[in-house]
């Protein structure tokens, strides 16, 4: 079994039925996914969500940092084909 190396995993996984809304070739199409949302991961607005401050213990991941975990995913995907 291969193990793809991206944040926390990958957390989401679904696959594509009837309606595809982008460009893949052939039937057997899949969404995949990974969240930032992990026990050390800073979640803006998490304090209004609990009502209470939490001490930050773990950095945010900016759009910059996803879309690199995003690059590598589908790199290491393609190099399973």
Not at 15 to 28: F, Q, R, S
């Amino acid at each position: 079994m291969t193990t793809l190396d991206v944040h926390g995993n990958l957390t989401y996984s679904f696959k594509c039925h009837e309606h595809i809304c982008h460009d893949a070739p052939g039937d057997d199409v899949w969404w995949l996914g990974f969240d930032c949302g992990h026990a050390l991961d800073v979640a803006p607005g998490l304090e209004t969500l609990l009502g209470r401050e939490y001490p930050p213990i773990g950095t945010y991941k900016d759009l910059e940092y996803v879309r690199a975990e995003v690059n590598s995913l589908a790199e290491q995907l393609n190099d399973l084909r």
